[in-house]
């Protein structure tokens, strides 16, 4: 089963700068997936990284402030742009199992606080 | 559009006691519907999934359609099973969409 890596796992930014959150996956898959958890709330889909197009994303969410790079099958990069204090999130990645179609397996997180 | 409810954010039952984590979705397609946990300091990892009727961790869930619910049970819980439980809908491609999340506590 795919196993997630994901760093950094935590991070204390400025206000408008910009960090870049990578994700490895130990196996080869056609979908990654970024999520983002504010404080005290569920889970949200940003977007869905697949190789070798532009990643898709969710409403509410637009690629000049969180752009993905997919450059191939097990690695993708989530950037979170001229930050502020309300991108104070945990981020994270996601993959399914093996193949397609299989659940989604998630990496550790990215603890963000910007100040 | 979707949407997946848990109306508990926070549940506790003493060890030994029977525990139900409740869970409603709405969702026009034909839905695939997952419960991921999260023990304290952990990551997010999957517990069981509709399809699979599968028992884990003594933890069962069955999918009613006629009341659109997903609910998670377990006959006694254990001080272990004390975690975040979320469940989540998947919907098209691999899209996965989460309730807020339901705390529980076992108490020893």
């Known amino acids: 089963s795919a196993v997630i890596s994901q760093k950094p796992s935590r991070d204390i930014c400025q206000r408008g700068t910009s960090l870049t959150i990578q994700c490895q996956v130990d196996s080869q898959v056609t979908m990654m997936f970024w999520y983002r958890q504010q404080p005290g709330q569920s889970l949200t889909l940003i977007a869905t990284a697949n190789q070798g197009s532009e990643a898709t994303y969710e409403s509410g969410f637009v690629i000049d402030k969180f752009p993905i790079s997919r450059p191939n099958l097990t690695f993708s990069t989530l950037t979170v742009s001229n930050m502020s204090p309300e991108d104070s999130s945990i981020y994270l990645c996601s993959a399914p199992r093996d193949t397609e179609g299989q659940p989604q397996h998630f990496g550790d997180g990215t603890r963000l606080s910007i100040l | 559009a979707q949407r997946v409810t848990q109306p508990e954010k926070l549940l506790s039952v003493f060890k030994g006691a029977p525990v139900e984590l409740k869970c409603n979705y709405s969702y026009s397609g034909s839905p695939e519907l997952f419960w991921y946990v999260q023990y304290s300091r952990q990551r997010l990892q999957l517990l069981l999934r509709?399809?699979s009727r599968e028992s884990i961790k003594g933890f069962t869930a069955d999918l009613n359609k006629g009341e659109t619910s997903f609910h998670l049970k377990k006959p006694f819980a254990q001080e272990e099973d004390s975690a975040m439980y979320y469940c989540?809908?998947?919907?098209?491609?691999?899209?996965?969409?989460f309730g807020t999340g339901t705390r529980l506590t076992v108490i020893p």
């Open positions: 509709h399809i």
């Open positions: 989540a809908l998947r919907a098209g491609a691999n899209n996965l969409f």
